[in-house]
């Protein structure tokens, strides 16, 4: 079935440093992938997605490449702020399992200090 | 615009006893599900609705019901609790089926069962 693997926390990073979490995943066919971020006591928020391969969803400074051939979509973000701390969450859907559900990594925290 | 709403923020309850966790959105979307958040785990789907009148059994639907009336509520129930509920439950809307349109979650019920 689908699944989705990321990087374990938690991540610890100094203001303006470079952040990568990987993220892989398995499926069949081409499944869309999503970023969310869980802020500290809050909901998740979709933070960026990408519905095929090669496409790059943006958001807030924060990217990640729908790589099909390696099966993967690791966030990146240039130079990290104290306000990005917080969980990490990459997902998939479909299409096997339906596009209208939702599997979600294990989350990664990121801690930035100033 | 609250978005999507969830009560209680917290709840504790005894082994064996029943609760109905609500869950309300004011953006008239269509698709609604319920997700449980346990560490080390991410999100994993209850249930979930695609219009008012029909449900469906996500990845972890034992012990727990759900009806959808109107298109605005959908209530999770916990007819006989069991500590391997105590979870973090999140709900989560979306105006349709595919999910390649955005998923807009709920700020979340913690759950303790004794």
């Known amino acids: 079935g689908n699944s989705v693997t990321q990087m374990e926390g938690p991540v610890t990073l100094s203001e303006e440093a470079f952040l990568t979490i990987n993220c892989t995943y398995t499926?069949?066919?081409?499944?869309?992938l999503f970023w969310y971020v869980q802020y500290p006591g809050e909901g998740l928020q979709l933070l960026l997605k990408?519905?095929?391969?090669?496409d790059k969803g943006s958001n807030k400074g924060f990217e990640a490449t729908y790589r099909k051939e390696t099966t993967s979509f690791h966030l990146e973000k240039g130079s990290v702020q104290v306000s990005d701390s917080a969980v990490y969450f990459c997902a998939l859907s479909g299409p096997s399992g339906g596009y209208n559900k939702l599997i979600f990594g294990a989350g990664t925290r990121l801690a930035v200090h100033p | 615009n609250a978005g999507v709403t969830q009560t209680p923020k917290f709840q504790v309850l005894k082994t064996g006893q029943s609760m109905t966790l609500q869950c309300a959105q004011d953006?008239?979307?269509?698709?609604m599900s319920w997700y449980r958040q346990d560490p080390g785990m991410g999100l994993r789907l209850i249930h979930y609705s695609v219009g008012a009148g029909i449900t469906d059994q996500g990845e972890v639907p034992n012990g727990y019901n759900v009806s959808r009336s109107t298109t605005e509520d959908f209530p999770l129930r916990l007819l006989s609790a069991a500590p391997s509920q105590t979870s973090v439950y999140f709900c989560a809307s979306s105006p349709g089926e595919v999910l390649q349109e955005t998923q807009y979650f709920g700020p979340g019920t913690r759950l303790l069962v004794l």
């Open positions: 953006m008239n979307h269509e698709y």
């Open positions: 499926a069949t066919g081409y499944p869309s």
């Open positions: 990408a519905t095929k391969a090669d």
